[in-house]
């Protein structure tokens, strides 16, 4: 589990827990849960040359199950973000997962018939504006996935979130958005591992998959509302980005 210490991570460590699995948590800092079966290994995966040693400390193990959840974002006006944090986001959304997968697949660490796990977005079927590379990331995460369940005998799920009731999600989200309306973690995690085992793409709930077909049928009125939900909201604020120092 890569970004297991909080968030959307956090929960999905809890539930395999709750269902008996020895689950290794990848992540910069450890998580709060404490369990004997819960293993930390610290890691930064914005460092793209560290994955091979990382890959080397987990070579004790066959995983049968690899969720591949961290992500950090970048959002505001994109001509004001500054390279090095957009191509932080790259390496840690896109980069880092495709590696990880690759690491994890020739070195015999994945089981012939285990499940390997990607953690999109819904911003692939609804655009996300004042966050087109966190977007973009996410896109290319589905793509991989989707290219990749012909050629393997593990089954490849891809999640596509949106809104979730979380302390990143809020640090992210424009200020006065509706914290109602996001679900909890736990909810989402409970849905997914409710699909383990197949293949496939998997919402958070009903209403967000009619989102996501509306963005394919009616992609200009989505990109309407985006823009007046969230981009608007977010260029009249400085842009938030990851701080890979905390």
Not at 7 to 16: D, F, N, R
Not at 203 to 229: C, D, V, W
Request: aromatic share 4%; hydrophobic share 45%; with cysteine.
């Amino acid at each position: 589990m890569t970004g297991g210490s909080a968030g959307l991570g956090a929960a999905l460590v809890a539930a395999l827990l709750a269902r008996g699995y020895r689950v290794t948590c990848i992540d910069r800092h450890p998580p709060t849960l404490a369990d004997d079966r819960l293993t930390f290994v610290p890691a930064e995966l914005g460092d793209m040359k560290a994955l091979g040693s990382l890959a080397t400390a987990l070579s004790d193990s066959v995983f049968d199950v690899a969720i591949l959840n961290a992500g950090i974002s970048a959002v505001g006006a994109f001509e004001a973000i500054a390279p090095e944090h957009l191509q932080r986001v790259i390496n840690v959304n896109l980069l880092a997962p495709i590696e990880l997968t690759r690491l994890l697949l020739s070195r015999g660490l994945l089981a012939q018939r285990g499940s390997l796990i990607f953690v999109a977005s819904l911003s692939n079927r609804l655009g996300y504006p004042g966050a087109a590379v966190y977007a973009a990331t996410k896109q290319g995460l589905e793509a991989f996935a989707r290219s990749l369940r012909p050629a393997l005998t593990q089954s490849v799920l891809c999640v596509l979130p949106g809104p979730l009731d979380t302390a990143h999600a809020r640090r992210y989200a424009p200020s006065g958005g509706p914290v109602r309306k996001r679900m909890a973690p736990e909810a989402l995690a409970e849905r997914l591992l409710s699909r383990l085992g197949r293949s496939g793409t998997v919402y958070g709930s009903l209403p967000q998959q009619l989102a996501a077909l509306a963005g394919t049928l009616l992609p200009g009125l989505m990109t309407g509302l985006m823009r007046r939900g969230l981009f608007v909201r977010l260029i009249g604020s400085p842009p938030v980005v990851d701080d890979s120092r905390t």
